[in-house]
């Protein structure tokens, strides 16, 4: 079995800043592909951004620059630094992993239960 939670959501006003993490656990051969997502009331599921095992990261266009992902491959977390923080932001964020359990078959994609971050003064 494999288990991803989050941590680190919260209130913050505009402007300001949150750290969330994500930990993964479990039965675990390899991570590959990791990233955040997110799902604001009213709104499909967005990508928010990747980070590869390689440590190769791509960022969605409306949180560039503002938004670091990374990775610890050694302690299996990943992260999200997320600065100026904008009303728009507020969503749940949700950790996904694409994870192999096995040597042999398919890897499987897992979700975490999300944390949820309000931006508001």
């Known amino acids: 079995q494999v288990q991803l939670v989050e941590s680190g959501g919260g209130l913050v006003q505009p402007g300001g800043s949150l750290r969330l993490s994500c930990a993964a656990s479990g039965n675990i051969l390899r991570i590959n592909d990791m990233g955040w997502y997110r799902q604001a009331p009213g709104k499909q599921r967005e990508l928010v951004a990747t980070a590869t095992s390689g440590g190769n990261t791509n960022y969605a266009d409306s949180v560039k620059g503002r938004f670091t992902i990374s990775r610890d491959n050694a302690e299996r977390t990943l992260s999200l630094q997320m600065n100026s923080l904008k009303p728009e932001d507020t969503a749940v964020y949700y950790c996904?992993?694409?994870?192999?359990?096995?040597?042999?078959?398919?890897?499987?994609?897992?979700w975490g239960k999300g944390t949820l971050v309000t931006v508001s003064s």
């Open positions: 996904a992993a694409n994870i192999r359990t096995k040597w042999y078959g398919g890897t499987t994609d897992y």
